[in-house]
């Protein structure tokens, strides 16, 4: 019961040697961070969930293979990804960290190895991979997706 006491009083924690979290303060909210249901998400799965398609939230495209898509699509074989820009390294927004940078960084340039291995693993199981950044215009992310998933699903049925 002590450790969860220190630990939820901010001022009695500090961060081990070699944490990644350089205080109390900037563990809880990196803690917070939302790793599905994010605002984007949410809005471009209303938006696609209005126009009649059905969907996996946060499922694993394939079963073997350790993660999960924001979006699957089963019968078409489309995974679905919006990525945030700090985390998956956007070419436009990311901005390398001030604190803890060896950690962070590298922490980074795993998620877009990972990404890019997430990729190239569902091409050659025949799926059709869709990344999109969460800065991107919402209306213009899902009618890619509602087209693709339909061209697939007519193509696959034929």
Not at 6 to 35: C, F, H, L, Y
Not at 43 to 56: D, E, K, N
Not at 90 to 108: A, L, R
Request: glycine share 4%; hydrophobic share 40%; with cysteine.
């Amino acid at each position: 019961m002590e450790g969860w006491l220190a630990v939820s009083d901010p001022e009695a924690w500090t961060p081990p040697e070699g944490s990644w979290a350089s205080s109390a303060a900037r563990r809880k909210n990196m803690q917070a961070i939302r790793s599905r249901d994010t605002k984007p998400e949410r809005l471009i799965r209303r938006l696609v969930h209005a126009s009649g398609l059905r969907y996996r939230v946060a499922a694993k495209p394939l079963p073997d293979l350790r993660r999960t898509a924001d979006m699957v699509f089963r019968p078409a074989k489309v995974a679905v990804f919006i990525d945030g820009c700090y985390w998956h390294g956007c070419p436009e927004h990311y901005v390398p960290p001030k604190t803890n940078p060896g950690y962070w960084s590298d922490k980074v340039a795993r998620n877009v190895a990972r990404d890019r291995d997430t990729d190239q693993r569902l091409a050659e199981a025949g799926w059709l991979v869709l990344r999109f950044w969460e800065h991107q215009d919402s209306d213009t992310c899902a009618l890619t997706i509602v087209s693709a998933v339909r061209e697939r699903r007519n193509a696959l049925a034929r």
